[in-house]
């Protein structure tokens, strides 16, 4: 694949991350950038780079960026003599992330739980329903560290 094809196929991918994210409540800005410090070659932007590449206002950019840190999705790293700073994409281990779905799933199962609690009717539409989730959630908490020694074990 040659380069200008490769970068134009890159460019669209950062836009199908940031619908995706998009539908999981992320400003649109914010979701480009997260996308663009994925799939872009260059691993680390400055707040310059990203302002000129996403073609996007630095206010704009600003917010995002300090919403993606406090996500714990993007950092910045500064190197000695330079005052710049470079925003990346946090890669970490597996069970950092795996334990982070597992604690929000684990909240949202308190919630589910207690919905089904408060159901006037335990055996409406609604309530076997969330009944089902709430089962099939147990059930993958339950076997999350399963999975995290079967991928060490791949590893």
Do not use: C, W
Not at 51 to 80: D, F, H, W
Not at 134 to 140: A, H, Q, R
């Amino acid at each position: 694949m040659e380069e200008v094809e490769r970068i134009k196929k890159q460019k669209e991918l950062i836009e199908q991350i940031g619908r995706e994210h998009e539908r999981e409540g992320f400003q649109p800005v914010t979701a480009r950038i997260l996308g663009l410090l994925m799939v872009m070659d260059k691993e680390e932007y400055t707040f310059e780079e990203i302002v000129e590449e996403m073609q996007i206002s630095k206010s704009s950019a600003s917010t995002a960026l300090k919403n993606l840190e406090i996500r714990g999705i993007v950092e910045y790293i500064t190197y000695p003599g330079d005052r710049k700073r470079y925003f990346r994409f946090v890669s970490g281990e597996i069970d950092g992330l795996i334990d982070e779905m597992e604690n929000k799933l684990k909240r949202n199962l308190v919630i589910i739980n207690q919905i089904i609690e408060l159901k006037k009717d335990p055996n409406s539409r609604n309530s076997n329903f969330l009944k089902t989730i709430s089962k099939g959630m147990e059930l993958f908490i339950k076997n999350l560290d399963n999975l995290k020694i079967a991928y060490k074990k791949e590893q």
